[in-house]
């Protein structure tokens, strides 16, 4: 096995899903944590928002200050928003590297 079949390997483990800008879903960083499962998050947009982390996405996996998240912001509020997913710190890297993340949000 060459060192360039490795490497291909590695790319297949790190495919990530991408916002699905159709249904309004775009890039967030997590920036406070505010407890009751709430959390202020910087979305590629420019806006500060208040995520709300669901059940599903709060029983099996923590959300620190820092992660990227895909976040989909509410119709009716839009200060405020959900939380659908989280990227692991490899992930996040492999999105920096492949520059899909906006520059407004890419601290990685």
């Known amino acids: 096995m060459t060192s360039?079949?490795?490497?291909?390997?590695?790319?297949?483990?790190?495919?990530c899903p991408f916002p699905n800008h159709k249904e309004g879903?775009?890039?967030?960083v997590a920036d406070q944590l505010l407890g009751a499962s709430h959390i202020k998050v910087m979305c590629e947009?420019?806006?500060?928002?208040?995520?709300?982390?669901p059940g599903?996405?709060?029983?099996?996996?923590?959300?620190?200050?820092?992660d990227l998240l895909i976040v989909r912001p509410?119709?009716?509020?839009?200060d405020k928003a959900d939380i659908k997913y989280r990227y692991t710190k490899t992930q996040a890297s492999y999105l920096h590297r492949r520059k899909a993340i906006p520059k407004t949000l890419d601290i990685f």
């Not at 360039?4 to 790190?14: M, P, Q, R």
């Not at 599903?56 to 820092?66: A, L």
């Not at 509410?74 to 839009?78: C, G, K, L, R, S």
């Open 4 to 15: 360039y079949d490795s490497e291909e390997v590695s790319e297949e483990i790190t495919r």
């Open 56 to 66: 599903k996405i709060r029983k099996r996996m923590w959300i620190r200050e820092g």
């Open 45 to 53: 947009d420019g806006t500060s928002r208040i995520g709300r982390i």
């Open 74 to 78: 509410w119709e009716f509020q839009d």
């Open 25 to 28: 879903e775009i890039f967030g």
